[in-house]
Structures are given as C-alpha cells and as structure tokens.
C-alpha cells in the first residue's frame, strides 16, 4: 500500500537549517508531485510547494520562497524539504502529501515536528 | 489566488447535522472540484470527500460534500463524539499551480 513516512521531530536554533525527509513506498515514486503542507500552533493547512520527482522541477508558494528549499532523491525513492535561516515563525509541523484532483488517490506523511528555539 | 473561507467553529449534539460551509473568493473556484479533509490531533490530514461530493472507500455515508457557484458544504449526520475534529476545504488553484486550503473549521459535539 502508499505510505509516506517523514523523519523524526527536529530542534533547531533560530538561523540554523533543518532538512525534513519523505520516503514513499507503494507506489513509482517518479509518477507523482510530492506536496509540502504546513500547519503552525493554532493556524490551519498552508500549502508550500512540490517537487515532481521525476523531472526533479520544483514550484513554492510565493510566502515560501527563499527560505524552503525541496529535493529528491529517486534511488531512495525518498523527496526533501530543507527550511534555512529558521526564525520562531517557522516551528510547525510539516507534512509531505500526494494530493491529486479528482481521485481518492490522496495520501499525506505522519507529519514532522520542527522547533525553533534558543 | 483564490482564498477559501469557513467558519472558525460549528457544534452540534450527537445524533444532530451538522453544515460546514467553505466559500470561496473567486469565480475561479466554480470550475476547481472541492476536497474535504478531517485532521484529527496528531493525526494526518484524512480525505473524506472528493470531486465535491465524492466519498473514498471507508469513509461513512454520515459524510456528504456539496458545492453550488462559488461555495461547498460538508455536511454530517448522525453526529457522534469521534467526530470532533478539525475540517478544512480544499481547492486546486490553476493561477497558483498549486493547493489552497480553507482556513479550517473546529467541530465540536455538544
């Protein structure tokens, strides 16, 4: 069946990186947009971007551009987020998503912690 | 790009319907097909309509999806404590390339 499964939870200090991982499994890996999805303390879903695997093309939301950075890896089937220059606004949890129109197809990662604090 | 708006909370008390609404912006919206997700805490976002009415497999039929112009609804019947939770509006937006989610509605059973 399609898992998504992200690493672990992540404290960072403020301007430090963090870089999140999604393995898929299940299904081709190359076939699919990964989606990355934010949800801040007490603030809804927010949309960030995707990387298609295959071609390794990326698009952000205009809000993320210039601190998010997405990646693959398609021999470990396996796509990246990396957050830069983290400020506490960026503590939230992310998750990576296959979300396609029209279709049950819909499968979204456990989520990941990330912290920013001194 | 569009902006989907809900209601911040809805209640209602087990065995009642409850009506989430999810309205959007833009005419935009009239052609994107609408999904409902149910985030329950700690837990993945979990897809309980798509193509504004459609249920996947597993998904009660308590659960219902509509969408008329520039507005959707989630509706729930026959409501019980496991469905407090969290529910968000989904939309594809072709002038973004990408999602835009509602700003979430908080259920809760009386």
Redesign the interface.
Known sequence: QVQLVQSGAEVARPGASVKVSCKASGYTFTHYAIHWVRQAPEQGLEWMGWIKPGSGDTHLSRKFQGGVTFARDTSASTAYMELTSLSSEDSAVYFCAMLLVDTAFDYWGQGTQVTVSS | QFVLTQPPSASGAPGQRVTISCSASTSNIGS??V?W?Q?LPE???R?LI??DS?R??GVPDRFSGSKSGTSASLAISGLQSEDEA?Y?C?A?DDS?????????TRLTVL
Not at chain 2, 96 to 104: A, E, M, N, Q
């Open positions: 994107n097909t999904k997700y985030r837990t993945a976002p897809l798509y193509s459609q996947p497999s969290d968000y989904a594809l973004l390339s990408g999602w835009v989610f509602g700003g979430g």
